[in-house]
């Protein structure tokens, strides 16, 4: 099977896989070469068109000022207006917000939505803010990005450390500002706001339906399946209950602190219902092991739902998984993606498996455009049929190019926006 040009694995490649734009950019170039198109379509989607660095002040509690900077990125309009979500979190950089736009593009394309991809952030940390604190961030990142943002420019969706009723503030404070433009502007809002059911966890439900197609084509049952989620956040713990009541036996889970293991099954109701705000579970016990310890376990299905660069050239060799999903964004490097390509395993990649929020985010703004709002079943289902028929393309695609998941999946993503460019007569 063949892959990317130069991932040999060794220290030099395996840093720069860790370089979540880099390693990006690598996997455009070589997907855009094998769909025939030159260097200057590269150079137009290698980097976003538009990046927005603000930097606006907040009042604290205590009455002092701190100043924060957020960033929007706007990867590529020549489908249509962009879409991503918006992350608050103390590592957020440009590079990390220019390479997810790149991602939500690829998401937006392998799902036929239509979108361009967008991203933004504010460095901050919401953990050690008030609620009050995080209202004043978020309806200031608001002001400083409106003149770029709007439902037929560019749609936000909550990310990392934001939610709802951030998306709540968010919409309250643009409707000041925009008043004819809302509620489309933004998405995973409350339903009372406009939101549409089946939001929150969409992303899990995604994942899931991404786990039962790859099962079919390993020929593997989910009745009894050994699978092992990393994170028990919002994505890993609807997707560990989804898994649990598909009669799966969840044999480990971790959250920040650590990790749990049970070779008969986790109960993952009692530990759903023991879990603080953050997801965090594992403090609660004694006999755990170490989220390193968790990735290698012995399992038939592993999915990363924490954070980027978990299985790397240093463990992919002892990952003992049939099937690795990526809930998480870039959980697995370039080159661990090749070595497991190598043994067999199927690695269902990012921009497919946790595309389920944006495609109910873009359910969200159709039915905020159309004034008509379905039922969650209705949501579920077309969910399902738009996931689905996404794996069956990346698949299939898969085998006709003899690559991995990984760049069968860009290939989809990438040759609309890259068609779309072309028609335009932008390159």
């Known amino acids: 099977m063949e892959t990317y040009p130069g991932t040999e694995v060794d220290k030099r490649v395996e840093a720069d896989n860790l370089d979540v734009l880099s390693s990006t950019q690598q996997v455009i170039r070589e997907a855009l070469h094998r769909l025939g198109y030159d260097e200057q379509m590269f150079e137009l989607l290698k980097e976003p068109i538009r990046v927005l660095t603000v930097r606006f002040p907040v009042r604290m509690d205590d009455g002092s000022v701190r100043v924060f900077t957020g960033y929007r990125a706007q990867h590529n309009d020549a489908v249509g207006p962009t879409k991503g979500g918006i992350r608050l979190h103390p590592d957020v950089n440009e590079d990390e917000i220019r390479a997810l736009s790149i991602w939500m593009t690829v998401k937006c394309g392998i799902a036929n939505l239509p979108y361009g991809g967008g991203k933004g952030g504010v460095a901050c940390d919401p953990r050690h803010m008030s609620f009050a604190e995080i209202e004043r961030l978020s309806r200031a990142y608001v002001r400083a990005i409106s003149q770029i943002v709007g439902p037929a420019k560019d749609i936000p969706a909550p990310d990392v450390f934001s939610n709802s009723q951030t998306m709540a503030w968010m919409l309250d404070e643009y409707s000041h500002l925009r008043e004819f433009d809302s509620p489309g502007f933004i998405t995973g809002k409350p339903v009372i706001l406009g939101g549409s059911r089946g939001r929150e966890s969409a992303t899990a439900r995604g994942v899931a339906i991404c786990i039962e197609e790859a099962a079919k084509v390993k020929g593997l049952s989910l009745e009894g399946a050994r699978v092992v989620i990393q994170g028990f956040g919002n994505a890993g713990s609807y997707l560990a209950k989804f898994m649990y009541d598909r009669g799966a036996r969840v044999v480990g889970i971790s959250d920040a602190y650590g990790a749990l293991y049970d070779e008969n099954g986790l109960d993952i109701p009692d530990l759903l219902e023991r879990r603080d705000s953050f997801g965090t579970v594992t403090k609660l016990f004694r006999d755990t092991i170490t989220n390193r310890e968790l990735l290698e376990l012995d399992c038939d299905i592993l999915v990363p739902a924490a954070i980027e660069n978990q299985?790397?050239?240093?463990?992919?060799?002892?990952?003992?998984?049939?099937?690795?999903?990526?809930?998480?964004?870039?959980?697995?490097?370039?080159?661990?993606?090749?070595?497991?390509?190598?043994?067999?395993?199927?690695?269902?990649?990012?921009?497919?498996?946790?595309?389920?929020?944006?495609?109910?985010?873009?359910?969200?703004?159709?039915?905020?455009?159309?004034?008509?709002?379905?039922?969650?079943?209705?949501?579920?289902?077309?969910?399902?049929?738009?996931?689905?028929?996404?794996?069956?393309?990346?698949?299939?695609?898969?085998?006709?190019?003899?690559?991995?998941?990984?760049?069968?999946?860009?290939?989809?993503g990438v040759r609309r926006v890259a068609e779309a460019a072309r028609w335009r007569g932008w390159v």
Do not use: C, H
């Open 311 to 412: 299985i790397t050239a240093e463990n992919a060799e002892r990952v003992r998984a049939s099937i690795v999903v990526e809930a998480a964004n870039g959980p697995t490097t370039l080159a661990a993606t090749k070595m497991l390509a190598n043994r067999g395993v199927l690695v269902v990649p990012d921009v497919l498996a946790n595309s389920g929020g944006v495609i109910v985010s873009y359910f969200e703004w159709v039915q905020n455009n159309q004034g008509d709002y379905w039922s969650e079943e209705v949501v579920q289902r077309r969910l399902a049929e738009v996931m689905s028929r996404s794996f069956a393309t990346v698949y299939e695609t898969a085998r006709r190019y003899q690559v991995d998941m990984r760049l069968a999946a860009y290939l989809v």
